[in-house]
Nanobody, 122 residues
Framework: QVQLVEFGGGLVQAGGSLRLTCLAS????????IAWYRQAPGKQRELVAA???????TYADSVKGRFTISRGDVKDTVHLQMNSLKPEDTAVYYC????????????????WGQGTQVTVFS
C-alpha cells in the first residue's frame, strides 16, 4: 500500500505562487506515475498535471505555462510549482499515484492523498 501526503496549500493573491509537495511512503516501488488533481466546489475533479517515473510531464491546457510538475531531490516526493495563479485555480488539490504509465482517468489512480486547499483571491 502507498500513502500520500500533500503539503503547501494556502491562501494567495492572484498572480502569486505556491508550491505543493506530495510525499509518498509505503510500497513506493509500485508507483509508475504521480499526478495532481483538483476539485473545486460544485465541479468535477480534473487532472492538473502528471509525471512518469522517468520524469516525463503532462499538463492540463488550463495550467500549461503556469504550473510545473517535477520530482523532488528527496526520494518519493513530487512538487507542483504554481505560478501566475488565478481565482479559477481555487480548489482542493490531491496527489494520486498509479501503477500505470500516465493514465488520464482518475479511476486508474490507486492511491490518493487527503488533499490540500488552495485559495486564490483577486
Amino acid at each position: 500500500q502507498v500513502q500520500l501526503v500533500e503539503f503547501g496549500g494556502g491562501l494567495v493573491q492572484a498572480g502569486g505562487s505556491l508550491r505543493l509537495t506530495c510525499l509518498a511512503s509505503g510500497s513506493t516501488f509500485t508507483i509508475n506515475s504521480i499526478a495532481w488533481y483538483r476539485q473545486a466546489p460544485g465541479k468535477q475533479r480534473e487532472l492538473v498535471a502528471a509525471i512518469s517515473g522517468t520524469g516525463r510531464p503532462t499538463y492540463a491546457d488550463s495550467v500549461k505555462g503556469r504550473f510545473t510538475i517535477s520530482r523532488g531531490d528527496v526520494k518519493d516526493t513530487v512538487h507542483l510549482q504554481m505560478n501566475s495563479l488565478k481565482p479559477e485555480d481555487t480548489a482542493v488539490y490531491y496527489c494520486a499515484a498509479s501503477r500505470q504509465y500516465m493514465p488520464t482517468t482518475g479511476d486508474a489512480y490507486d492511491n490518493w492523498g487527503q488533499g490540500t486547499q488552495v485559495t486564490v483571491f483577486s
